[in-house]
């Protein structure tokens, strides 16, 4: 698990809030906050949404920020094995 440093001067498309944020990379990086929901890569895509201009993009990662999450998924070429992990993230 990658851990960030927060930056008082990312622009206001990489700004994140509590909970799930989507990240993507178009002309650069994109954090959309989603809050505390349920989200499902490839079939919840129409909520990335550029924060400043709108523009829809395709979610490539997320990150968690002062939230307990469980995430889960399968390993890519075997639709058998499906992977749950649950941990918890506070502001620190």
């Known amino acids: 698990m990658l851990m960030r440093k927060y930056s008082s001067s990312a622009p206001k498309w990489r700004?994140?809030?509590?909970?799930l944020n989507v990240e993507a990379y178009g002309h650069s990086m994109v954090i959309k906050p989603l809050g505390f929901r349920v989200f499902k890569f490839d079939?919840?895509?129409?909520?990335?949404?550029?924060?400043?201009?709108?523009?829809?993009?395709?979610?490539?990662?997320c990150g968690?920020?002062?939230?307990?999450?469980r995430y889960s998924g399968y390993i890519s070429g075997n639709p058998i094995s499906l992977i749950?992990?649950?941990v918890q993230l506070e502001n620190k």
Request: with cysteine; aromatic share 22%; charged share 20%.
């Open 15 to 19: 700004y994140y809030d509590q909970g």
């Open 43 to 61: 079939i919840d895509s129409e909520l990335c949404k550029c924060p400043l201009c709108g523009y829809n993009f395709n979610e490539l990662t």
């Open 64 to 69: 968690f920020w002062d939230a307990i999450f």
């Open 84 to 86: 749950t992990i649950m």
